[in-house]
């Protein structure tokens, strides 16, 4: 089954304990993003990968890093966690076909930094 | 001022009614626009993806892009229960996807 993974899918922490938010996909799509989604702010890019070893910084990096060392991986780091980083966030991968993008997102991983 | 702006609801209906969902944006350089559905406790998935100006039909939902007046709409006919979800609009400059703009998002609830 075509799908995006994401683990853990629920995370209670301590700020300042550094986290990872795990990322995978089977579909060999190279463009793989990063968002967070707020109430009031809906869904906003964190970073994005065209493809290995090829990142950049979408909207909101501040207190991110990523990392593409494989097609199919595409890890968050959130090396100091503050409270203002708890949401919801999820990973997604995009194809593009016949001129269009879709962007298939994973489950979600709802994070709480107290 | 947001990007994209986006009613954010919640918005109930009675089943069979047409939903008309609506976004406006400032950035005149947005060239696709989609609409995603999200369910709870889901991640979005795509509904409709248009390419500037006019109309796409599909099935029961239709979506309409008036760049003039930077405004995109999405029409449910015959909405039923299983419509009841947050509706996202988004938007890019190119076809890429790398700078994807989401709307906040519109929670709509059909109720049998």
């Known amino acids: 089954e075509a799908q995006v993974t994401q683990n853990p899918r629920y995370l209670i922490t301590v700020t300042g304990k550094k986290l990872t938010v795990t990322c995978s996909q089977n579909?060999?799509?190279?463009?793989m993003s990063w968002y967070r989604q707020d109430p009031g702010l809906g869904l906003r890019q964190i970073y994005y990968?065209?493809?290995?070893?090829?990142?950049d910084k979408g909207d909101v990096p501040e207190g991110y890093k990523v990392s593409r060392k494989e097609k199919r991986n595409f890890p968050l780091i959130l090396e100091s966690p503050s409270p203002n980083q708890t949401s919801l966030y999820f990973c997604?991968?995009?194809?593009?076909?016949?001129?269009?993008?879709?962007?298939?997102f994973g489950p979600g991983t709802r994070l709480t930094v107290l | 001022q947001k990007e994209v702006e986006q009613d954010p609801g919640p918005l109930s209906v009675p089943e069979g009614a047409i939903v008309s969902l609506n976004c406006t944006y400032s950035?005149?350089?947005?060239?696709?626009f989609m609409w995603y559905r999200q369910y709870s406790r889901k991640g979005p998935e795509l509904l409709m993806y248009t390419y500037s100006s006019g109309n796409k039909e599909d099935g029961r939902f239709t979506a309409q892009v008036d760049k003039s007046s930077k405004y995109i709409s999405l029409f449910i006919r015959d909405s039923q229960p299983s419509d009841s979800a947050t509706y996202l609009c988004a938007m890019s400059e190119e076809t890429s996807g790398s700078r994807l703009t989401f709307g906040e998002g519109t929670q709509l609830t059909v109720n049998p």
């Open positions: 990968s065209m493809n290995v070893e090829v990142t």
């Open positions: 997604a991968s995009t194809r593009w076909s016949g001129g269009r993008n879709e962007q298939f």
């Open positions: 579909m060999n799509h190279e463009y």
């Open positions: 950035n005149s350089a947005f060239q696709y």
